[in-house]
C-alpha cells in the first residue's frame, strides 16, 4: 500500500517561488499532510498554440488556438517566447529548491486525468490538486473541469485567492463583485491611501522544504506531443508555428530599437524592478510614463505582473524599502529615505487600475468580449469584416473593410502615430500606453470598426498581454466600458503625435518612409506634404500618402 500523498499543484499566472501562497503554506506548515509536492504546467491548446511539439508525422487533436472575431493567433512569437522564458525561470528556481516542474500539453481535465492515474498504476497517492485563482471565462471554465475531474476521482481539488495583486481581495471593501463601482475614481477613492494598503510578502520557501517525487514515477506526456528537456527546444517548439507573423507587413526599421528587450522570468522581473530604482526611472515615472521611445520611460513590469513573476505587492514593499530608506543597495538611488514621491505614488496608481480592470472582469463576466461590452450598448453602429456581422447600414462591403483592417494593423494608414505603434507592436511585442489608446480610439471611434478585432490583435502581439486589462482597456476606450465619458472621448491622434512626440522622432523611428519630411504636420499626415515634393521626398506611390485611412484636419497654429 502506498506511504505517499502527492499534492499536485497546477501553476498558472502565478511563475514564481517567492510570495507564493501555496508554497509558502507547503513549505511553513507540517500538517498540511502531504509528502510530495509536484507542480504542473499545463500548455492549454485553446490559448497558445502547441503543434510545435507534435512528434514527427502527427495531427493535432485540437484545433489552431485562433481568435473568434479576426481568427488571429492568441498568442504570437512575442509572448509565446516571454512565457517560455518564464516557464522555465520557474522550472530552474523549483530545481534549485529540491523541487521541480511538469510540464504537460492538454485540456486541464485530461492532463489531470492522465497524469492522476498514471501515478496511481505506480502505487502513487495524490491526495489533492490545488491552483492560484483566476478571472476571466476560459479560466473559471479551466476550474470547473478541474474541479470535476477530481470529484471524479475521488481528490480533493481548492482553489487559492490570488494574491499577485496589490489589494488583497480578503482587504476589499466590498461585499460582492456587483458592488464594484462603475467608475474607477469612485473605487480608488475607496481603497485610498494606497501605500497603507497591500499586505505583506510571503518569503521563498527554504530548499528542501518542498519535497521531490521520483522521476520514474511520473507518466510522460500522452501522444501524439513529446515535451523537450531542453529549453533551446521547448522555446522552439513553441515559436515554430507562430513566427510567421513576423515577415507580414513592413520591415523592420534600420535604426529602431526595442522599448522591451527584456527576458521573461522571476530573476529578471526582480532585475528589472532594482534597475527602475536605481536608475532613477521610478522617481521620475510621473513625468516620464506617457513616453514613446526608450525602455526606461515606463516601468516595463506589466509582462512580469501578467504571468505572476512577479507580485503587485512584490513591488509594493520594494518601493517602500526605497521609500523608508530600509535597503542599502538602493542607497545610491535619486529619492532615497526620502519618503513617498510622485514617481511611486504614480506606480501605485498604475497599480491599483491593473486590479480594477480585473475586478471589472469578475464583475461583468462574459461581457468582456463583446462587442457590446459592459454597457451592453447593442446600438451596433460598428463595422465587421465578416458577411454575417454587417449591420444595416454598413457603406462599405466586408472586403473593403477588412483591407482596411489590414492596414491598421499593418500600420499603412498614413496616420503617423498610428502606423509607428503599429510597427512597433509588430516587430517588438510592445509599444506604450499613449499609443495603445490612440490606436484603439483610432480603430473603434474615428474608423468605427468593431473593437475586437484591436483586442484579437492586441492578444496576440502584446507580450505583457493580460485578458482583464487588455480586454477592459479595449472597451474604455471604445466607449463600450466603464469610462463615465463614453463615446465623447475621442482622441486625436494628430494632436496627441504633437503634444508626445514633439519632435517626430518615434514616428520617424518607426516609419522610415517619412524620414525625409522636415515639418511636423507632414510628418504625423504624410499626404499634408505640398504635392510637388512627393517625388523628391520619396511619397509617389505610397498608399499612405496617396490613400491614407483617414484624413484628419488640424490647424498647427489653433490645435482643438
Request: net charge negative.
Amino acid at each position: 500500500m502506498s506511504t505517499s500523498n502527492v499534492l499536485i499543484y497546477a501553476v498558472r499566472h502565478d511563475l514564481r517561488v517567492s510570495d507564493n501562497p501555496i508554497l509558502h503554506h507547503l513549505a511553513s506548515t507540517s500538517d498540511h499532510g502531504f509528502t510530495h509536492v509536484l507542480p504542473l504546467y499545463v500548455l492549454p491548446p485553446h490559448q497558445i498554440e502547441v503543434s510545435g511539439f507534435l512528434k514527427e508525422g502527427s495531427k493535432s487533436p485540437f484545433p489552431e488556438a485562433r481568435g473568434e472575431v479576426g481568427r488571429y493567433w492568441r498568442c504570437g512569437p512575442h509572448r509565446a517566447k516571454f512565457v517560455a522564458q518564464s516557464i522555465w525561470n520557474l522550472k530552474d528556481n523549483l530545481e534549485k529548491l529540491g523541487s521541480d516542474l511538469v510540464i504537460r500539453i492538454g485540456t486541464y481535465d485530461d492532463v489531470l486525468k492522465t497524469l492522476i492515474d498514471g501515478l496511481r498504476e505506480n502505487d502513487v497517492k495524490v491526495g489533492g490538486v490545488w491552483a492560484i485563482g483566476e478571472e476571466g471565462s476560459e479560466e473559471k471554465r479551466d476550474e470547473k473541469a478541474m474541479e470535476k475531474t477530481c470529484s471524479t476521482l475521488d481528490v480533493d481539488f481548492q482553489i487559492w485567492v490570488d494574491e499577485k495583486y496589490f489589494i488583497d481581495d480578503r482587504d476589499l471593501q466590498i461585499d460582492s463583485s456587483q458592488d464594484l463601482p462603475d467608475v474607477f475614481t469612485t473605487y480608488r477613492k475607496m481603497m485610498e491611501p494606497l501605500r497603507e494598503k497591500p499586505r505583506a510578502t510571503l518569503p521563498t520557501p527554504s530548499k528542501g522544504a518542498l519535497h521531490k517525487l521520483e522521476l520514474s514515477k511520473i507518466p510522460t506526456q500522452s501522444l501524439p506531443f513529446e515535451i523537450p528537456s531542453s529549453y533551446d527546444e521547448f522555446e522552439e517548439s513553441l515559436l515554430r508555428p507562430v513566427r510567421g507573423i513576423l515577415s507580414e507587413g513592413p520591415p523592420f526599421p534600420e535604426g529602431a530599437k526595442s522599448a522591451h528587450p527584456f527576458d521573461g522570468g522571476e530573476d529578471n522581473a526582480f532585475s528589472r524592478l532594482d534597475h527602475l530604482i536605481k536608475s532613477g526611472s521610478v522617481h521620475a515615472y510621473k513625468a516620464s510614463r506617457n513616453g514613446l521611445l526608450g525602455s526606461d520611460f515606463s516601468t516595463k513590469l506589466s509582462a512580469y505582473l501578467a504571468q505572476g513573476c512577479i507580485t503587485a505587492r512584490q513591488v509594493h514593499e520594494k518601493l517602500e524599502r526605497y521609500e523608508d530608506g530600509k535597503d542599502e543597495s538602493l542607497a545610491e538611488s535619486q529619492g532615497y529615505g526620502e519618503g513617498e514621491n510622485e514617481g511611486t505614488k504614480s506606480i501605485r496608481f498604475e497599480l491599483l487600475w491593473r486590479d480594477y480592470m480585473r475586478l471589472c472582469n469578475r464583475k461583468f463576466k462574459d461581457k468582456l468580449f463583446l462587442r457590446s461590452g459592459f454597457r451592453d450598448d447593442h446600438a451596433n453602429l460598428w463595422k465587421s469584416a465578416k458577411k454575417e456581422d454587417v449591420a444595416e447600414g454598413q457603406e462599405q462591403s466586408a472586403d473593403e473593410i477588412s483591407k482596411m483592417i489590414k492596414r491598421v494593423l499593418d500600420g499603412t494608414t498614413g496616420m503617423g502615430l498610428i502606423d509607428a505603434s503599429q510597427r512597433e507592436l509588430l516587430h517588438t511585442g510592445y509599444t506604450s500606453n499613449r499609443a495603445r489608446q490612440n490606436v484603439a480610439s483610432f480603430l473603434s471611434k474615428h474608423l468605427c470598426i468593431d473593437w475586437r478585432y484591436g483586442a484579437e490583435w492586441y492578444e496576440m502581439l502584446l507580450v505583457d498581454y493580460d485578458v482583464s486589462s487588455n480586454w477592459a482597456n479595449w472597451q474604455y476606450v471604445a466607449g463600450v466600458g466603464n469610462d463615465p465619458r463614453g463615446k465623447a472621448r475621442i482622441f486625436n491622434p494628430v494632436k496627441q503625435a504633437f503634444d508626445y512626440d514633439k519632435d517626430g522622432e518615434y514616428v520617424r523611428c518607426w516609419v522610415p518612409e517619412v524620414r525625409k519630411l522636415e515639418k511636423l504636420e507632414h510628418v504625423f499626415q504624410a499626404w499634408t506634404t505640398p504635392k510637388e515634393d512627393w517625388d523628391r521626398l520619396g511619397l509617389t506611390g505610397l498608399a499612405m500618402a496617396e490613400d491614407p485611412v483617414k484624413k484628419i484636419d488640424f490647424s498647427v497654429d489653433v490645435k482643438p
